[in-house]
Structures are given as C-alpha cells and as structure tokens.
C-alpha cells in the first residue's frame, strides 16, 4: 500500500529483487510529491548541461552532433527506466570518445552502429551472468591509469579546434597528432582562442557566482551570442555539418554478415567492458553521494539495453555519466524520474530548439571537453599513486602509456596482467618460512621446550604457486640429527593446489631420509585441504607443537 500524495503502479514480475529495475520498487514503494517535483526540476538541469556535452563528445569521436543527442535521448531514457541506481544518469561521455573515433576511422559509422549493438548484447549477458561483482575487482590504479590517458588523448584532440587550425583530417595517433600541430602553428586563429578560453572562463567562474545556471549552458549562450551577433570568422556546428535534425531518426538494422561480426568483436568487447566499468563506477559514486545502494547486475542490464536501442536510432555508446550523475544528486534528484525527465528535455530542445544549436562555435565546444579532460584526469589521483608503491606506480605508468601511445584495449590487458603478477609477487614476497624453535629452545607461550633432534618451522602467508619455491627450502634447512620435523601452518590462510603439491613432495623426501614429519596448526580450511590430497595419512596431523612432541614421546616411552 502506498500513502496520500504517492505514485504507485504494479512493477513487472522479476523473480528475483536484484533484477528489478530501481524505478518499479521505488514506484511501487511511494515516491512523494514533493521529491517529484524535486526530481523534474533536477532532470530539466542535468538535461540542459548535458546538451552541449551531447554535442561535444559526438563532433570529437567523429560523427555528426546529431548522434550525440540521439544517444543521450535513447540510451539516458533507457537506464534511468530500466537502471539499478537511483539517480544514475546515462549518456555519451568522454571515455568513449577514443574508443569511438577509432572505430569510425577504421569503419565507418554502419560499423560503430553493429559494434554498438554487440557491446549492449554483451553488457545484457554480463549483467545476467551477474558478473556486476567481478568488475569491481579491477585495480584502482589502472583505472586511474587509463582514465588519465583518455583524457590526454581529449586534450590532445581539441588542439586543433581551441587553436582554429585549418587541417585535413588528424593522424590516427597521440604523438603523430602534436607533431601536425607543430607545423601549423603559423595558422592560429586568435578569435577561436579567444573563444575558447573565454568558454573554459564561464564554465569554471560561473559556479561562483550563480548556482542557478550551469557553466555549460553559460558558455554556450555567451560565446554563441559573441560569434552571431559579431561575425566572428570561428566555425559553428552547423557551419561544418550543416543543420541539426530537428527529429528522431526511425530504427534502422544495418546490414551485417559475418565477416563483418569477426572484425568488430574487439572494437564491441572495447566498448562493452569500457562502459561497464564507467556505469558502475559512476553508481557506486552516486551511492556513495546519496548513501544508497545501487543494483549492479540489473544496471549492467539496463546500461546493455540503452546501448543496443541507441545503435538502432543511429547513436553511439553510453555509459554512466559521473559528472551528470553528481550534477543531479546535487540538484536534489534521488530517483530515476530524474533521469527520464533529462531525456525528454534533451528531445524537446532537439525538436524545438535544433537551429540555434547549430550556430554554438566549435572553439567554444573545445573549451567544455577541454575542463572534461582535467576533470577526467583525476590527477590528484595520479600523483597519489605515483608516490604510492613502487608496483602499483608501475601499473599506472605502463597503462597511461600504453593508452596514449597504443591502444586502450590493449592497455587494460596488460595493465590487468601486470596487475595480476605484481599481486603474487607481492603474495610471495610475504610469505615466509623460518625454523623458529631450535633444540633446547622453549615454545613462545613457555608450555614446553623442543628437545634435541627436533625441527619446527614456522609457514605464514598464503602457501600458493608464487611462494612455493620457499617452501622447499625446507630440506636446505634439516640436518641428520633431526629425525622429527614439525611444520606450523597456524599463519597460512589458503594452500593453492601447488602449495599442496610442495608439501606431499616434502612429506615424501623426508620420509625417504627415515624421518618423521607432522604438520600442526592447520586452519580448518587448510585441513581439509590436506585431507583431500592422495598423500594424506591422519598421523601426518597434529592439533599444535605439544601434542606432535607428545606422540614422539609416547613413542619412545611406549
């Protein structure tokens, strides 16, 4: 039952709560009227900031504006209906920019609409797979470390248009691109850097002064009112790409075979894992803002369908937008109406107010991805992690350059590799093995001391394939007078199969050497283990170092 003053409807039938779309349970729980209220004029905001963002991320991954919107339309309206947060907001964003200009030079927009449909297919089974969990386990530093090199590669792309270079096409490459700058630099347009800046100027200075217009849509109206009203030799979008569609284009299938489906797996996989990192990091921001929690799975879910839709209407791939989630939790939105309302204000502008969208300068659209970069470069995070462990700044460095200089795709793998190895060279490096306890010498707790021709080491960390090795140091460490050796595993958390391999082996070679061996200590999680292996035999266990010198005892002493 629902209150006076809520809104409620009957959700769809998902047998699960994890699968339910955030909307329909907090519908069917009662949204006040107030906090709908709160939640249009928040969508109305957001919707007015992400106008020109819309614009901007399309012209800089190389299609026409138009698709910029179509995608923050579709695929905005399609996460926030179907999304796991509350106050998610979906949409192109800068991260895709690389990814997307690559695939539209290679081939072509009919190629970055298929690539678009088979990531949403793949975020879709990814979310059904519930694998929302499993992405969270990737490295901060290589997030960071990626992240950084996208927006470099940003700045790097708006070079030419906050400078008003006339260029043809721009080399495919980071460093290629600078080195065209560099002889063009004769051809500076001081109107377009003058715009520009003035935009970065409005956008970052008008925060200050009034919370009530965004710097975006400040630097728009500003910078587009100085190039009409007074001429000013600057391009404008509709002046390179002729007049925006004043309506939504109709779902379209593009042709596909299979030769073409084999080419554009990597460039789909690209998008796929890139957006659902981006969407879940956002979330879990959003959640952090809000002190909710958002449903992983189901928003992998809803972020696969917005992309699959927005490639049928001629879009390009969305995630989570972070910037334009935290612009609506601060502007009072908590629930997905929000969202909604954001999309439908992105199809009212574009159905009413598409000419005049078509005069905004181009300089002034670098200036707002070039405040994109610096925010995406979260460089106080870069600093942090340089200064952090020599393994982690590895990481960091080895994925932004391989970002810049290569591929993004190709960075995250190697970056995720190199992660991995780091990992268990650090595992290993604290696991360790010492003869703790030496004839004659007393337990720690003083219970009982360790007779002559008694060994006792002491394992702690985890006794995997990366810190076998040192296990088998145990035979360099046993001399002919120690017939008993006693192995504590009281530290070891885990045993991998190769740590359980090691012991039999040791088992094995120190029996052939007529000694007796007892492990003690064992976790409980450990000992089963042990007792699964073939090696095993209940002798070989003992509860801790006095029972295994008691039994040695009583064997003497029968």
Known sequence: MTGPGSCAFVPLSIV????????????KAGIPREQLRKDVVS??????????????????????PEKGLITAIVAGLTVSVLGGSRVQIGGPTGAFIVIVYGIVQ?????????????????????????????????????????????????????????????MEALPS???????????????????????????IALILGTPRITRFVPGPLAAIIVCTALAWGFQLPVESIAGRFGAIPQTLPMPHVPHVDLATLRELVQPAVAIA??????????????????????????????????NMLSALFGGIPATGAIARTATNVKNGGRTPVAGIVHALTLLVIMLVFAPLAGRIPLPCLAGILVVVAYNMSEWRSFLSALKGHRYDALVLLVTFFITVVFDLVLAIEVGMVLAAFLFVKRMSDITDLK?????????????????????????????FFGAAQKFQDVLTEI????????????????????????????????????????ITDAAPSVEAELRAEPWFREELLAVNVQVALGRMAEARNP
């Open 106 to 166: 290679q081939h072509g927009v009919e190629g970055l609409i298929i690539a678009t449909f088979m990531a949403g297919i793949m975020l879709v089974l990814l979310g059904l797979l519930r694998a929302g969990e499993l992405l969270k386990f990737f490295p901060h530093t290589l997030i960071v470390g990626f992240t950084a090199g996208i927006a470099l590669i940003i700045l790097t792309t708006q070079v030419k248009e906050l400078l008003g270079l006339h």
């Open 43 to 64: 969508g109305v905001i957001v919707g007015i900031v992400a106008l020109p963002l819309a614009i901007a991320f399309a012209i800089a991954s190389g299609v026409p």
């Open 173 to 199: 490459g980071t460093v290629q691109q600078w080195m065209a700058y560099a002889g063009h630099l004769d051809g500076i347009n001081p109107w377009a850097v003058g715009i520009a800046a003035l935009s």
């Open 16 to 27: 699960r709560p994890e699968f339910t779309p955030k909307l329909f349970s907090l519908w």
């Open 435 to 463: 003869p703790v306890f030496t004839e004659g010498s007393e337990t720690e707790e003083g219970e009982v001391a360790v007779p002559a021709g008694v060994r006792v080491f002491d394992v702690s960390g985890p006794l």
């Open 273 to 306: 894992l890139l957006g659902a990192i981006e969407s879940l990091l956002s979330a879990v921001v959003a959640d952090g803002m809000i002190g909710g929690r958002h449903r992983s799975d189901m928003e992998l879910i809803a972020q696969g369908g917005g």
């Open 479 to 518: 001399n002919d007078r120690q017939h008993l050796i006693i192995i504590r595993l009281r530290h070891v958390p885990m045993v991998d199969g190769t740590g359980l391999h090691r012991i039999g082996h040791i088992v094995h070679q120190l029996e052939r050497q007529r000694k007796q061996v007892v």
